[in-house]
């Protein structure tokens, strides 16, 4: 066991360098550093030297990999590519437009994402999963047809309009809740409520109808036969047998997500003013960071890759017949 | 009448090969009867033609709004053409009053009287605030409490008018398909009923609504006074162009790398397999969102590339569209490698290895067919979630051009319109209802194709 997880620990790095790669050729190969000042500088009035003081201030100014003038081993580091790239996997992601220290922002920031995206992840999981399983067990009725058309519409649905009509029903009519914001400690469960109901509801219908084809799958399986063969009641079949079978699929498929929850969602979180990673990721989109955008692409793919690490033991814990191969 | 000159956008290229590849594909299924078999399964498919009539409806939207022109300006005789520096496209010349009835500000639907007061210069009352008339909702009217009859009246005049076409329409279809009582009753082999339905919904909506359109606002005015209904038509090609576009990127990627990955194994698979896991790794939004940006550098350090607004936006929208196929190829590539894998394993494709037929012969002749349900497929799923991707996209700042009319931008522009008061509903509420519509006849579209397509399903 041990051996396997150090073994697919191994075969990340490869992956982690190939994102460091695309990253590092889109960020600075596809577009040069004079590009990026004049950006940010404004297009109008720029001259030579303020171009030149914008790439030393944030040492854009050296050579793309290969640094000749530089004698020894500061022929490979000091270039834009170490400096820049290869340092995030040490966790050094350097300083945003505005001065701040990006690695610590991170962190600050990971904590209100995962007050909203944790809760979300959970309760909307478990209504899903019941929803289905409802349906699953009225199938081929009226109740399931509706429950599956109703499924198909809101899964129609765009995204913003379960926030904007939550927010302007919710928050604005009925007023029980604060539009937006974000309190410290205890006092955020009022403004947490508001994003994580919306963020179960616009999930509930593409994850409902694909858990419920899990269901009917595991339905239709010989060992349910036996168990309403040897004249089990229709609920112990269901509870016992169908549902701990199906959760295999559901919950191993679901694994990759967790690591992601860190990121937070951007959506939600520049709808409902949130301090976290995601609405960080909008504002830097917006400012046109390139600094904090390379390094979130950073983080989320190593998030993603241990998603996938993650997936593949909790296959073979729950799975005997997977071998650690 | 002045002369125009005909202006080809790239995206209009490719929508016109869209078109071209349909008709294409349309003649080799019409070749192969198991892909005909399928189809037919399809036709029948109440829900799936409803739904596809739907969409019938939006494509020739997008189609009509595809071909572009520049109308010549008012020059000397003499003197080289002068072309107007905005693009237009024959949706907008068929639309002329709404593209040029704009008022000052908001107005709401069927509105009479603008959003905001004013102040107006009243003869014997001097200056009073007050709302004022709207300069063309509702204008033809000398007593706006007429208003309601008004619009009934057209409705009602107009509504008989598409009822008749239908009947007509309909009439046509029962004589051929051996009588009322058959069509009515789905006796026929291809659903003409949920069709012929759809059609009278659609014809019975639009008709009117087209009439009226003309002499009000009938989805209201937005902020600079545009006419909302513009906007949703205007919106439809840029959905549609995203969600076809999308596909016809990937696709070739996906199908080549998925299908070579399982059929040669070895490196080749490793490499393949490599790239993707990567391409993967990388959040999609944030991918996007680093390729938007770095494209919008590149835009904007060459202004000389581009001859018109137009062209530029409709650059940016192609490039997104390259963007997201090169984000999204990987799903389908995985499924068509693990596929390949248990087909190369069959025995007819053993054989034919023993015959000595070329590799590249068997993935065309062996595998790529048997492969053309998953294909096809994903083709459909995948559009409606780049439809509603594109709304977020355009939201976050990283999708369409702002100047460039989407569902998205109209969303975005209107996203503090529910804050005001009173509350400026309407220009939300169209967008998410016509994306809504599009988005809902994808889907069911999709699950008629998947249902006859899939093997497992039957």
Not at chain 2, 50 to 70: E, K, P, Q
Not at chain 2, 361 to 378: F, K, Q, S, Y
Request: proline share 4%.
């Amino acid at each position: 066991m041990l051996a396997y997880i150090v073994r697919r620990l191994l075969y990340a790095i490869p992956i982690l360098i190939g994102v460091n790669l695309i990253t590092f050729a889109l960020f600075f190969v596809v577009n040069t550093p004079d590009d990026m000042a004049r950006m940010q500088l404004g297009v109008k009035r720029v001259t030579p030297e303020a171009i030149e003081k914008w790439k030393v201030e944030r040492g854009y100014d050296k050579p793309l990999f290969v640094n000749a003038a530089a004698g020894g081993l500061d022929t490979v580091t000091d270039t834009i590519f170490f400096e820049k790239s290869a340092r995030m996997f040490v966790g050094d992601f350097g300083r945003a437009e505005d001065g701040r220290d990006i690695a610590r922002e991170i962190s600050a920031r990971m904590v209100p994402s995962l007050a909203i995206a944790l809760p979300t992840f959970i309760l909307g999981l478990f209504v899903t999963i019941t929803f289905a399983l409802t349906l699953a067990f009225f199938r081929a009725t009226a109740f399931d047809f509706w429950g599956v058309v109703l499924c198909v519409a809101a899964m129609s649905i765009s995204g913003l309009f379960y926030i904007i009509g939550g927010q302007y029903l919710i928050a604005k009519i009925w007023r029980l809740v604060p539009i937006s914001g974000f309190g410290d400690g205890l006092d955020a469960w009022r403004f947490l409520i508001l994003p994580v109901v919306i963020g179960v509801v616009s999930g509930i219908g593409s994850s409902t109808r694909w858990y419920r084809t899990i269901f009917l799958e595991e339905v239709s399986k010989d060992y349910v036969r036996t168990a309403r063969a040897k004249g089990l009641p229709e609920t112990i079949v269901f509870f016992r047998h169908i549902l701990r079978n199906a959760l295999i699929p559901i919950l191993t498929g679901v694994v990759v997500v967790i690591p992601l929850l860190f990121m937070g969602s951007l959506l939600t979180e520049s709808f409902f003013g949130i301090p976290g990673l995601g609405s960080y990721t909008i504002d830097a989109i917006n400012a046109q960071d390139f600094a904090v955008v390379r390094s979130m692409v950073f983080i989320g793919s190593v998030l993603y890759i241990i998603g996938l690490i993650l997936t593949d033991i909790s296959y073979t814990l729950v799975d005997p017949r997977i071998r650690f191969s | 009448m002045s002369g125009f000159q005909v202006v080809v956008l790239w995206s209009d290229v490719l929508v016109w090969l869209l078109v071209l590849a349909g008709i294409g594909v349309g003649v080799l299924i019409a070749k192969s009867p198991p892909l005909l078999a399928a189809w037919r399964r399809v036709g029948a498919n109440r829900v799936g033609m409803a739904s596809a009539t739907l969409l019938l409806a939006f494509i020739v939207i997008g189609l009509l709004d595809s071909l572009h022109y520049r109308v010549a300006l008012d020059g000397k005789p003499g003197v080289k053409t002068q072309y107007a520096i905005e693009v237009l496209s024959v949706l907008d010349a068929l639309v002329t009053p709404l593209r040029t009835q704009n008022e000052k500000t908001y107005s709401a639907p069927f509105a009479t009287h603008l959003y905001a007061k004013e102040s107006i210069e009243r003869p014997g009352l001097g200056t009073v605030r007050e709302y004022p008339r709207l300069k063309f909702g509702a204008s033809h009217l000398a007593d706006t409490a007429t208003l309601a009859d008004d619009v009934a009246a057209t409705a009602l005049r107009t509504g008989a008018l598409a009822l008749f076409a239908w009947l007509a329409l309909a009439a046509v279809v029962a004589f051929r398909c051996g009588g009322w009582r058959a069509v009515w009753r789905g006796d026929t082999v291809f659903a003409w009923n949920a069709v012929l339905a759809t059609l009278a919904a659609i014809l019975l909506v639009l008709v009117p609504l087209f009439a009226l359109a003309g002499d009000y606002h009938v989805f209201g005015t937005d902020k600079v006074g545009q006419d909302v209904l513009y906007q949703i038509l205007k919106s439809v090609r840029t959905a549609l162009i995203i969600g076809l576009v999308t596909t016809l990127v990937m696709l070739p990627m996906a199908v080549l790398l998925g299908i070579v990955a399982g059929y040669f194994r070895g490196w080749i698979d490793d490499v393949i397999q490599y790239l993707y896991t990567v391409l993967n790794s990388i959040p999609g939004v944030l991918l996007i969102a680093a390729a938007v940006l770095m494209m919008q550098v590149v835009i904007d350090t060459h202004p000389e590339w581009f001859a018109t607004a137009a062209e530029r936006a409709d650059l940016r929208l192609l490039a997104l569209c390259f963007i997201l196929g090169i984000t999204s190829w990987t799903g389908l590539c995985r499924l068509l490698r693990g596929e390949t894998l248990k087909l190369r394993e069959l025995e007819y494709i053993q054989a034919a290895q023993a015959f000595g037929v070329s590799s590249w012969r068997i993935i065309l002749r062996h595998i790529l067919p048997n492969l053309m349900h998953i294909v096809i497929i994903a083709l459909v799923m995948d559009f409606s979630g780049l439809v509603l991707a594109e709304a977020v996209l355009s939201y976050v700042g990283i999708g369409v051009d702002p100047t460039m009319t989407s569902f998205g931008t109209m969303i975005n522009n209107a996203r503090m319109e529910l804050g005001r008061e009173p509350v400026v509903w309407w220009s939300l509420a169209a967008a998410f209802a016509a994306m809504f519509l599009l988005v809902l006849a994808a889907n069911l579209f999709a699950d008629a194709v998947r249902d006859a397509f899939d093997p497992r399903a039957a």
